[in-house]
């Protein structure tokens, strides 16, 4: 563990805790789990605001002299301390004093707080740690300062009794919390929540509301979109760094560029040259490269070193091992899946008179095989009931597409081919699932899951098993409905596909069209059915994903799947 780090693993006990996270403990135990044992952070304005105006005083300038040397003046910048008898690691922004003792100074982003201690216990409880600290190392310290920087107050810090019981009491507190095998329970209608930085990882109100704790969950969700995803489909391109620039080249002349900080994931085909400035930049920023081959099938993708939170995982192989806990999973994935696939047919079904005819009988045998679904007993018997289900459901598909885009100079469909495709429709459809499962499997590596290792589908080398069982319900939502709407507004033409004796196969050209209905898809807001909250669909894919963690972990009773109305 170094310094300021993060721990992750019961059996491997962390040694130093760092002063930064006793104030995290005391702010919330459950964020100082998450931060500390499962090594998740993210950005937030006021974090990035706190390190641009830490700047100055993260610079070592200056060294602490020896205890009782005499130094009359002492200013040291960025001091680091540790002790194993209290167990305790920080670094200090400021040290100051001489002679007559040292005073540790902790600067902070905000204004003083109005409150009668001059400071809320978490931020007197980090300065009395580093007090404690210059005292262990043989230094007089008896108080510290806080220093808050949009205000330019400085705050004493008595290091009385009940000080120092609470920041040991903290200290022990989380040391114990630490060997948990899941985080605390999360703050009840908390005002701290708003403004967290894991609010999106931590997820209070749904983990509360799905274990029938509060109310309506309050509108709260993953962290806003800072990017947008780079397609590069040329298999001539070189990717290159410019600065904070990323620059595409075609046989050494420059083609396009895209700033890095405005990118979320970049996504090559074909024979596409990444360069390795550009790799490394993208794991320090946590940008993932996804690869796929000129006809879309995705190949894999680079995240760096991943995901932290071995615990997730742990947690994730055990229940693999369960038959229960998969089947119980599954039954809810496809049973998920039936019901989605029957709304995308009764929403775009377009010669409604024919389906008010056949709704009735339809809808009752949808219905019939979600019930089968939910009550199977074994993975061999839902497989069979999914398969009934999909045959009856591609029977169908072509009634979702206007007249005249079938049958001749349009796009026929009679029923589902793949590996390869026959036609243009099923290029779709097969082009529609690789892209899907390329973000599945970017949000659960996001998470720190494994997305090879699943539940329902069958493990096989390369295949992500995991990704294709939190797609099922998402099928019929994010890839078919592109497929239709792709043919339905004319944005893809049958004059966009490559038809041979093998197979079938987009155009560059009409790929790049349907990668643009896809993204529009992806960013497009739904109503959450249980949270009741907006959030756009690559979003809820990570809180799918944080659901499914806390599933496993034991956090709440049930995963809840996505069903649309």
């Not at 560059?508 to 960013?523: D, Q």
Request: with cysteine; glycine share 8%; proline share 5%.
């Amino acid at each position: 563990m170094d310094q300021e780090g993060s721990f992750s693993g019961r059996e491997l006990q962390p040694d130093l805790i760092p002063a930064r996270m006793l104030n995290e403990y005391v702010y919330c135990p459950r964020l100082a789990y998450m931060m500390w044992v499962q090594g998740e952070f993210v950005h937030s304005a006021d974090t990035v605001e706190g390190a641009i105006r830490h700047q100055r005083v993260d610079r070592e300038s200056g060294n602490l002299p020896d205890a009782g040397s005499g130094v009359e003046k002492i200013h040291a910048r960025s001091v680091s301390l540790s002790s194993s008898r209290l167990g305790i690691t920080a670094k200090i922004d400021l040290v100051e004093g001489g002679a007559e003792g040292m005073f540790p100074v902790d600067y902070k982003k905000g204004k003083r707080p109005h409150v009668a201690a001059g400071a809320y216990d978490p931020e007197r409880v980090q300065v009395c740690v580093q007090g404690l600290l210059l005292r262990e190392h043989g230094y007089s310290s008896e108080c510290g300062f806080l220093y808050f920087i949009s205000s330019k107050e400085r705050i004493k810090v008595l290091f009385d009794e009940d000080l120092i019981a609470l920041s040991l009491a903290s200290a022990a507190g989380m040391r114990e919390m630490a060997k948990m095998d899941r985080p605390p329970d999360p703050l009840e209608d908390s005002p701290k929540c708003a403004r967290c930085s894991l609010l999106g990882i931590c997820l209070p109100d749904e983990v509360r509301f799905l274990n029938h704790l509060t109310g309506s969950p309050r509108p709260v969700s993953p962290a806003a979109e800072t990017g947008f995803p780079l397609y590069v489909q040329s298999p001539r391109a070189y990717l290159r760094k410019d600065g904070d620039v990323i620059i595409i080249e075609e046989k050494k002349e420059k083609i396009a560029e895209a700033r890095i900080g405005e990118i979320s994931q970049i996504v090559v085909f074909g024979s596409t040259a990444v360069t390795t400035p550009v790799i490394h930049e993208c794991f320090r920023r946590h940008i993932p490269v996804t690869y796929l081959s000129y006809g879309g099938w995705f190949l894999g993708h680079t995240i760096g070193t991943g995901h932290k939170n071995v615990e997730t995982r742990t947690n994730q192989y055990r229940a693999s091992f369960d038959p229960k806990t998969c089947l119980r999973l599954a039954r809810g994935w496809v049973a998920a899946k039936i019901a989605n696939c029957r709304t995308l047919l009764r929403r775009n079904w377009k010669e409604k008179e024919v389906f008010e005819d056949d709704a009735q009988d339809l809808s009752r045998q949808f219905r019939h095989d979600i019930q089968q679904a939910a009550r199977a007993g074994e993975i061999e018997v839902l497989l069979g009931v999914e398969g009934n289900s999909a045959r009856r459901y591609f029977q169908h598909f072509e009634q979702m597409l206007i007249p005249g885009s079938t049958g001749v100079g349009g796009f026929q469909f009679d029923n589902r081919n793949r590996r390869p495709p026959k036609d243009p429709v099923n290029a779709m459809l097969s082009f529609a699932y690789a892209m899907l499962t390329r973000e599945w499997t970017i949000a659960l590596s996001a998470v720190g899951l494994d997305p090879y290792r699943g539940f329902y589908h069958q493990m096989r080398f390369g295949r992500p098993a995991l990704a294709l069982d939190m797609m099922e319900p998402f099928r019929p939502l994010l890839a078919d409905s592109v497929v239709i709407t792709a043919i339905n507004n004319r944005e893809v033409t049958g004059a966009d596909f490559i038809q041979t004796a093998v197979g079938c196969n987009l155009t560059t050209g009409g790929r790049k069209r349907f990668i643009a209905t896809f993204e529009r898809r992806m960013a497009q807001e739904v109503t959450h059915p249980i949270f009741k909250y907006r959030i756009s669909y690559r979003r809820l894919l990570e809180v799918q994903s944080r659901l499914l963690c806390r599933f496993l972990s034991g956090e709440i009773p049930r995963y809840p799947n996505f069903i649309t109305r």
